[in-house]
């Protein structure tokens, strides 16, 4: 999410300026099905910075990036976070009519596919199993109990998989590009 919007303050400011939120997929779903404003701790966490007990990076980090990233957290990444398998809100009346739902019903803060793969798995627990999800790309993830920085760590997400557990991400970004191209070439119809 930081990467996105650096990446179109850069190349179009004036979307940018003009932007009111920047919200991951599965949060604006979310929002648009209550009328709230909640972003899952995962995405926060992994894509946006975001830790459960600082929160995001300081005004001075994001200035240090670019003086016009300084409020970013504060207007453009507002919102409330909050951990997977929790409660959002409730279905407006307006989502009950297009969905077919009645008006009220629970709605769970959003998920991304590779990490709601680990308890669809049975590894809810114990800690120290690794879950690997593949599809369009490869997901490593591991539950633990201790935060740690390890090198070649994408990121430790407390609540990022399961609330009360840290969620452990390695980078395995050439292998994801790998599977693509593979599956590009040998299964994709021509």
Not at 48 to 66: M, N, Q, V
Not at 85 to 107: D, I, P, Q, W, Y
Request: include cysteine; charged fraction near 25%.
């Amino acid at each position: 999410m930081i990467a996105k919007a650096w990446q179109i303050l850069n190349e179009a400011p004036d979307i940018y300026e003009r932007a009111d939120l920047f919200l991951e997929a599965t949060d604006w779903v979310v929002y648009r099905m209550t009328g709230a404003i909640v972003r899952n701790s995962c995405t926060a966490g992994y894509k946006a910075i975001w830790h459960k007990r600082e929160g995001y990076p300081s005004r001075e980090f994001f200035k240090a990036l670019d003086p016009r990233l300084e409020r970013l957290t504060e207007t453009k990444l507002r919102g409330a976070i909050a951990p997977l398998g929790t409660k959002a809100g409730e279905l407006t009346a307006e989502m009950a009519a297009l969905t077919g739902l009645k008006a009220g019903t629970a709605v769970a803060v959003g998920n991304v596919d590779a990490h709601a793969a680990v308890p669809g798995v049975g590894r809810s627990s114990p800690p120290g199993k690794l879950v690997m999800a593949m599809g369009t790309s490869i997901c490593h993830m591991l539950l633990g109990t201790e935060e740690k920085r390890v090198e070649g760590m994408c990121g430790v997400v407390e609540d990022g998989i399961i609330p009360g557990y840290l969620a452990m991400k390695p980078a395995n970004r050439r292998l994801a590009t790998f599977s693509n191209g593979m599956w590009r070439k040998r299964c994709r119809p021509m």
